[in-house]
């Protein structure tokens, strides 16, 4: 990223230590002109039922008991690249109604749920294992994705993306998604700034609200 673009991030990023600051950008695709990108020779892109999942739980993974009710209950799919038995990296798709539990910065306060229209499905929890990345895993997980979704509906993917998030953003932009939107949630002490994108967009995405914004919007 150039210098001036990361000077003018420096007071953000400061207040990201001191205080609770989210700026998150959408990101959206159709499926149709997502950027093909083959798996790695050696590695495979399967997605997971809850046994293969229940086999790689544990912190190391960023995976837990709450995932495997995700996929019991058909909230979300996920697809995984696996080096044999090693895991490599994985990624979520939700569809439907999203819980602000599938869409924060790890601060209960930046949850915000989203509502999606039945052709538009939700990227989320993508982690690629330190060892595996910079070899365009998340783009071959995004273009495997692409083979299966439409089987479920799914035509268009709709992601969100911390602006800071240099190594995501340069991947999504590979990928051939587009900025659709933007929200942040700032506050430090009883100040609070939240904004969110203009709605519907993408054909029909709708946000709600964060769980920390303390106003009421007019159609709440
Ligand atoms: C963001 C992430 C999913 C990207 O996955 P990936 O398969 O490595 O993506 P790419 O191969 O397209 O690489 C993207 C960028 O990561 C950076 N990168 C490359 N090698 C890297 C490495 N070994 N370690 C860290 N970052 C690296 C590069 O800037 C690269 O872009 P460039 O090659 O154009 O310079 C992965 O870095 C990750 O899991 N990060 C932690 C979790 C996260 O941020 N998830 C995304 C939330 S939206």
């Known amino acids: 990223m150039p210098l001036l673009a990361r000077l003018k991030q420096l007071p953000y990023r400061v207040m990201r230590r001191i205080a609770i600051a989210n700026r ?22 399967v997605q997971w039922t809850e046994d ?4 790689h739980l544990g912190e190391e993974n960023y995976l837990d008991e709450g995932h495997a009710v995700w996929l019991r209950d058909d ?17 979520w798709i939700a569809h439907g109604d999203v819980p602000g539990e ?3 910065d790890g601060h209960p306060d930046t949850q915000l749920p989203l509502f999606l229209p039945d052709d538009t499905g939700f990227v989320f929890h993508v982690f690629i294992l330190p060892s595996y990345r ?9 273009s495997s994705a692409a083979h299966q979704l439409p089987n479920r509906g799914i035509e268009k993917l709709v992601l969100t993306t911390e602006c800071t998030n240099r190594s995501a953003l340069r991947s999504v932009g590979r990928m051939g998604f587009r900025q659709v939107g933007r929200a942040w949630l700032i506050k430090v002490g009883p100040l ?13 995405v709708r946000t709600g609200t964060y769980v920390g914004d303390p106003h009421e919007r007019p159609n709440d």
């Open 75 to 91: 909230q979300a799919v996920c697809f995984a690249v696996m080096d044999g038995e090693r895991l490599a990296g994985f990624a």
């Open 102 to 104: 599938m869409n924060h």
């Open 134 to 142: 910079g070899r365009r895993l998340y783009a071959a997980l995004m």
């Open 192 to 204: 609070c700034s939240v904004g969110y994108p203009e709605q519907p967009f993408l054909g029909g």
């Open 24 to 45: 998150t950008l959408f990101f959206g695709c159709d499926l149709a002109s997502l950027s093909h990108f083959p798996c790695p020779e050696g590695l495979t892109v």
């Open 52 to 55: 293969d999942l229940r086999q």
